[in-house]
Each structure stands twice: as C-alpha cells, then as structure tokens.
T-cell receptor, first 113, second 113 residues
Framework: GAGVSQTPSNKVTEKGKYVELRCDPI?????LYWYRQSLGQGPEFLIY????????DSGLPNDRFFAVRPEGSVSTLKIQRTERGDSAVYLC???????????FGPGTRLTVT | GENVEQHPSTLSVQEGDSAVIKCTYS??????FPWYKQELGKRPQLIID?????GEKKDQRIAVTLNKTAKHFSLHITETQPEDSAVYFC????????????FGTGTRLTIIP
C-alpha cells in the first residue's frame, strides 16, 4: 500500500515568509508525528497527533511553529516568519495507533534564504 | 528527558564481515527501541525494533540486543553487503502514552567491496 507522503519535496523561501508543509499519513493510521532533521543529525521530535488533537507539542521550538490535523488524516505544519535556522528536512511519520511502529515519509527539505 | 548516545559515528567493514552499532539511553522508563536505516536523501526506514520484555530479536542478517540493566542496546548486521551502506539511527521511546522517539546521532556504515 501507499506509504507516508509529503509535499512539497523541496521548498525555498525568503526569511520572514510563511510556509506550509503537508503530510499524508498511511491510510488508517491514527497517530501522526512531525520531526525535524538537520544535516548530520538524527530526527528531532516536534509534535504528535492522536486523531485530530495534538497530544504532545513539547518539541515545537517556539510559537512560530504550529501544526493542525483537522480531520484526523492529513496534517499541515505551519511556520511563520521563517528564519535561516529553520532550514532543515521536516519529516512526518505515522503509526497505526499509540505504541505502534512509526513509518516515515520522504520529508520536505526547507531552505530559508 | 531521554538522551540517546550512539557510537561509532562512522564504521567501515569489509563485505561479508559483521558490523555492530551501540547505543545507550538515560531514561530507565524507556521500553521501545527501534532502528532506522537512512540512505542519502531518502526517508528513514524501520529495519528492526525491540521492546523491553525481550533481550534479543533477530530478522535474517539483522539482530538487536537489549540490556535494560545497563541501559544499552546494539544492532548487529552479519554477512554485510554493499547495499547495507547507509546511516543507521537508534531511538528510544518512554512508556506507553509518551510517543516521541528520541534518536541517536547516527552511524555512517560503509561496506567495502
């Protein structure tokens, strides 16, 4: 079946602009996660959704970052007033339910110039 | 919070030899330990995982061992092949209900033909 998909695959934006990154989880997966991966590092947790609600947003670095999952499927990560330090690969993962294995999407490479 | 350390950061082995990657974790409540393989520019792929109720798990050429007392776990790849070349990440997750994965910093494995 289809895996986790993310769009766009690449996004270049100017400092100060607003961006939205989209994640389509595996069909039927109730849990969805966002991670951020900088060059040469492991993924770092940002936020976790169980259904429509954000169950844990402790990894969001500041209030410029926000994520939604209004219908319990597709999720959008939103970044306001982007900064050069936001440049990274943003990974989405989904799992069948809490406690299950997490499967990653291909990521969106965000570059802030 | 959880802290995961991984070593070595780079590892080169002759094709056909074995490779071992080691990780330690800090939170004694962690009970789930997955390993991901990430090829250049690709998504992290779950290759094997272990839960705290077992000490070892094997899947063909890949095995993982867990020592909860010492808080460390290891990935073992036998009969290595060129396609095993990639970056490998270990991760740990606390008790059920806390779903975020904390990743190690990765090991770049190179198989020398």
């Amino acid at each position: 079946g289809a895996g986790v998909s993310q769009t766009p695959s690449n996004k270049v934006t100017e400092k100060g602009k607003y961006v939205e990154l989209r994640c389509d989880p595996i069909s039927g997966h109730t849990a969805l996660y966002w991670y951020r991966q900088s060059l040469g590092q492991g993924p770092e947790f940002l936020i976790y959704f169980q259904g429509t609600g954000a169950a844990d947003d402790s990894g969001l670095p500041n209030d410029r970052f926000f994520a939604v999952r209004p219908e319990g499927s597709v999720s959008t990560l939103k970044i306001q007033r982007t900064e050069r330090g936001d440049s990274a690969v943003y990974l989405c993962a989904s799992s069948l339910d809490r406690g299950a294995e997490q499967y990653f999407g291909p990521g969106t490479r965000l570059t802030v110039t | 919070g959880e802290n995961v350390e991984q070593h070595p950061s780079t590892l080169s082995v002759q094709e056909g030899d074995s490779a071992v990657i080691k990780c330690t974790y800090s939170d004694s409540a962690s009970n789930y330990f997955p390993w991901y393989k990430q090829e250049l520019g690709k998504r992290p792929q779950l290759i094997i995982d272990i839960r705290s109720n077992v000490g070892e798990k094997k899947d063909q050429r890949i095995a993982v061992t867990l020592n909860k007392t010492a808080k460390h776990f290891s990935l073992h790849i036998t009969e290595t092949q060129p396609e095993d070349s990639a970056v490998y990440f270990c991760a740990a997750r606390p008790n059920f209900g806390n779903e975020k994965l904390t990743f190690g910093t990765g090991t770049r494995l190179t198989i020398i033909p």
